[in-house]
């Protein structure tokens, strides 16, 4: 029998719901159990793909194309899981397929409503990916705030859940903030214990209880938790701040979270070790060295746009024995004053990374430019990609005025156009090229080093590509494309071989990088990054 768990948050959001829900399923699978995580975002967008990514963080692509939410991400980190789209659930989503089959008549006559068909439809979307997965337990954290309208009838189909497969079957997880007065120094629980009332009143009494607090809570706000929240003390548990939130997953096992949850739910797991995760753990908090590197983006106010990003760099880290620092740069920056570009001396690597639109798309240039011509290690993900063929093009082939006709749609020198399936797309919605394709890789080449594979497969999420017209002047003048789809259609992987690491994909590597198996492209760079700073001569890969 499946086990459903069901994490809710409180009180505000970002409050650490996702670390929580990748950590229970991390003290799960340390157990033993196989596990699986779904994401409620009660939004009425149909996926995350329409989302600005400076408004609402990264979208996360999965393998099979869904353009989730970054929790997916996390889980996927965290559990080493390679989810689909539909372990993302959105109300858009929901409703979208409700009133498709009230279109279609499946109704029969009846009036269509929010109970039962609204909730009928989200159990049995959790039910199904329960049924595909075939795992021991499904873990389903439901976004948002408990008291959010959008949020009532995700809440009400999982109140429904346990009636329906039993006490024995589900389990609720409540995480909510516990601040601390600045003045006093006092937690205060209240409204922890307000956001609990809210979800009573909803019908869901919480089995367990985690408060999100900067430090770890005393016996008083225990005390206090369990008896406002009707439940022993055991069950209420504390993620405090720690140096890498892959820690989380420890600290709240060692307050005897796993073995509670085991407990509650009559599951009989073996005995966490702990072992490989506690190694990556070590390597990301005691590294050797230090490496600084540059992100020039769009997003750059909010690291939350670039999060995959981020760790992808963190992993490759660990596996290196290196800190990465990442610097935000505002890509704007160089265009309004060219001057500054110099800064970007004081970096062991230069990363550009996804993006759309022409804002900043120059200063982005500038920064591939000063990588190539200073020899700084250089990584290119997409966007980042496809304007390193743009600096190519203008600054060695000539090719004055090249772009991508993302940017200039009047430009002479069109290197980087619109896929031709792309052309007639008029919904933006799940319609660019998404998810896993495959990637032919050439031997011999930095590419065929860092994969020591023939063939990957890799995340996409694009609509413009190298434009076939240029390839072979851009190989003339001495670019490598050293990765490209089977069919031999599209570009994918180029590289400057006479250069210290230049590098770029049009695919994510960052989407696939796990704690302890970092990506082979940001494992490259950051070891490129290292080897340049220790003065050696060339990277050995
Ligand atoms: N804007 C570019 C495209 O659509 C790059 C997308 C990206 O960086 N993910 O092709």
Known sequence: MVKYIFVTGGVLSSVGKGVVTSSIGKMLQERGFSVTVIKIDPYVNVDAGTMN????????VTEDGGETDLDLGWYERFLDLNLNKENNITTGSIYQSVIDKERRGDFLGRCVQIVP?????????????????????????????????????????????????????????????????????????????????????IGIQPDIIVARCSKMIDAEAVRKIALFGTIPKEAVFCSYNVPTIYLVPQKLDEQGMGDYICRRLKLRGKKPSWKTWNAFVESLLNPKYEIKVALVGKYAGLSDSYVSMNEALRHAGAKCGVKVTIDYIEAEVFEESPGDIESLKN????????????????????????????????LGICFGFQLAVVEFARNICGLKGAN?????????????DLMPEQRNVKYKGATMRLGGHEIVIKE?????????????????????????????????????????????????????????????????????????????????????CLDRKLGKPRPEL
Not at 132 to 154: A, R
Not at 170 to 176: E, F, G, K, R
Not at 472 to 490: A, C, H, M, T, Y
Not at 505 to 513: A, C, L, M, P, R
Request: hydrophobic share 35%; net charge negative; with cysteine.
């Open 53 to 60: 990514p400076y408004i609402h963080g990264e979208v996360f």
């Open 117 to 201: 068909h609204i909730t009928d439809e989200i159990k049995y979307r959790i039910r199904s990916v329960a049924e595909k997965s075939g795992v021991d337990v499904v873990l389903t954290e439901c976004g948002g705030t408990v008291g959010d309208i959008e949020g009532l009838p995700f809440l009400e189909a999982i109140r429904q859940m346990r009636i329906e497969e039993g006490f024995d079957n589900t389990l609720y997880v409540h995480v909510a903030l516990v601040p601390i007065l600045d003045v006093t120094g006092e937690m205060k629980t209240k409204p922890l214990q307000h956001s609990v009332n809210e979800l009573r009143r």
């Open 347 to 378: 970096y062991d690597g230069i990363f550009v990374p996804y993006g759309f639109g022409p804002r900043g798309s120059e200063g982005k240039i500038m920064a591939i430019n000063y990588a190539r011509t200073h020899d700084i290690p250089f």
């Open 404 to 416: 991508s006709t993302e940017l200039d749609p009047d430009t002479p020198h069109p290197v980087i």
């Open 444 to 528: 011999g080449t930095l590419a065929y080093k860092l994969y020591n594979s023939r063939r990957i497969v890799e995340r996409h999420r694009h609509r413009w590509e190298v434009n076939p017209k240029y390839w072979k002047v851009l190989e003339d003048n001495g670019l490598v494309f050293s990765g490209s789809s089977p069919d031999g259609r599209r570009k994918e992987i180029l590289e400057l071989p006479d250069k210290y690491f230049f590098f770029a994909s049009q695919f994510h590597g960052e989407f696939k990088s796990r704690p302890g198996k970092p990506d082979p492209e940001y494992y490259g760079f950051v070891k490129s």
